[in-house]
C-alpha cells in the first residue's frame, strides 16, 4: 500500500486523517480500510467509478454516514467512537462539524429561503454570529462567487451553476478548516459546469484544505496536490497528479482513465 500521506510538505499540520476506515451497509462492504491524511492547504482529489466508495468517505468524515470501524482525525482531535463505529460524544460531533464544510452533488439549499438567507443560517442560528456581521458576511461571501445581485433571489430562480455557487458561499460561511465536495458538477449541464469549476479553483489557489471527489480528470490534474483511485472500497493508487494521471502504475487505474478520457 502506498504511503497515505500526500506529497505535501510534512511540515504543515494534519487537517484530516482517517486510519482503516471500514464501512458497511447491510452485507455490503462499501469502505474496506481506507487511510488517507491531508494536511493544512492540501487539495486531494478523490477519483473512481460508481460505486467505488468516494462518497461514503466523505459522508463518514462528517458522520452523515456512520462507519463500522476505524478512526477519524480532524485538526488533531480524534473523534470519540464506540465499539460499533458510532460517535460517543455527539457534543463534539456537533463541534467538529462546525469546521467541516460539504458541498453535495444536489445544491441542498432551503428553497423556501432567499439565498441570503441559506448563507445565514448557520452562522446565524448554529454558531450564534450577530445578524448584522453575518449579512455582512453574507453579502461578501455571494458577491465572491459571482452572485453578488442574487442575495434575495430564491433557488427556484437561479440555473444549478448559481445554486450550486451559492452552495459554496454558505459552506464559506461558517469558515471551515476543510471543505468537503462530494462531485458538486455532477447534477449541472456541461455549460454550467466551468462555473463552478472556477469557485473551486479559485479556493485552492487560496491554500484551503479541500477533498474534492470528482468525475473532471483534467480539473483534478490541475488543481490537486495528491489524488486518489478508489476501487472496490480500497486505495487502489494515490500520489502526485503527474503520476497518477501520466505514469498509472495499476490496470485497474489504467482501465479507468481509459474509459473517461
Known amino acids: 500500500m502506498p504511503d497515505p500521506t500526500p506529497s505535501a510538505s510534512s511540515a504543515r499540520p494534519e487537517a484530516i486523517r482517517i486510519s482503516d476506515l471500514h464501512k458497511s451497509f447491510g452485507s455490503l462492504e462499501v469502505l474496506k480500510g481506507v487511510s488517507l491524511t491531508a494536511r493544512q492547504g492540501d487539495?486531494?482529489?478523490i477519483i473512481g467509478g460508481s460505486g467505488s466508495g468516494k462518497s461514503t468517505m466523505l459522508r463518514c468524515i462528517n458522520f452523515l454516514e456512520t462507519p463500522k470501524s476505524g478512526e477519524i482525525v480532524i485538526g488533531g482531535e480524534t473523534v470519540e467512537m464506540r465499539a460499533d463505529g458510532s460517535p460517543a460524544n455527539r457534543k463534539q460531533i456537533e463541534r467538529i462539524r462546525t469546521r467541516l464544510a460539504m458541498v453535495f452533488q444536489q445544491f441542498n439549499l432551503w428553497t423556501h429561503r432567499t439565498l441570503l438567507e441559506n448563507v445565514i443560517e448557520v452562522p446565524v442560528h448554529v454558531l450564534k454570529m450577530p445578524r448584522d456581521q453575518a449579512v455582512a458576511r453574507a453579502h461578501e461571501l455571494l458577491a465572491r462567487v459571482g452572485l453578488g445581485d442574487k442575495a434575495d433571489a430564491f433557488p427556484a430562480f437561479l440555473s444549478g451553476g448559481q445554486q450550486q455557487r451559492a452552495a459554496i458561499a454558505r459552506a464559506l460561511a461558517v469558515d471551515p478548516s476543510v471543505m468537503l465536495f462530494d462531485e458538486p458538477t455532477s447534477a449541472l449541464d456541461p455549460e454550467l459546469v466551468g462555473e463552478v469549476l472556477t469557485v473551486i479553483r479559485?479556493?485552492?489557489?487560496?491554500?484551503?484544505?479541500m477533498l474534492l471527489?470528482?468525475?473532471e480528470m483534467k480539473f483534478a490534474r490541475e488543481v490537486a496536490d495528491h489524488v486518489v483511485?478508489?476501487?472496490?472500497g480500497r486505495i487502489e493508487e494515490?500520489?502526485?497528479?503527474a503520476e497518477v494521471f501520466g505514469n498509472p502504475k495499476s490496470e485497474r487505474l489504467k482501465q479507468f482513465l481509459r474509459s473517461v478520457a
Open 43 to 45: 487539495v486531494v482529489a
Open 213 to 215: 471527489v470528482t468525475h
Open 202 to 209: 479559485d479556493l485552492a489557489a487560496e491554500g484551503r484544505t
Open 238 to 241: 494515490q500520489g502526485p497528479p
Open 229 to 232: 483511485y478508489l476501487f472496490e
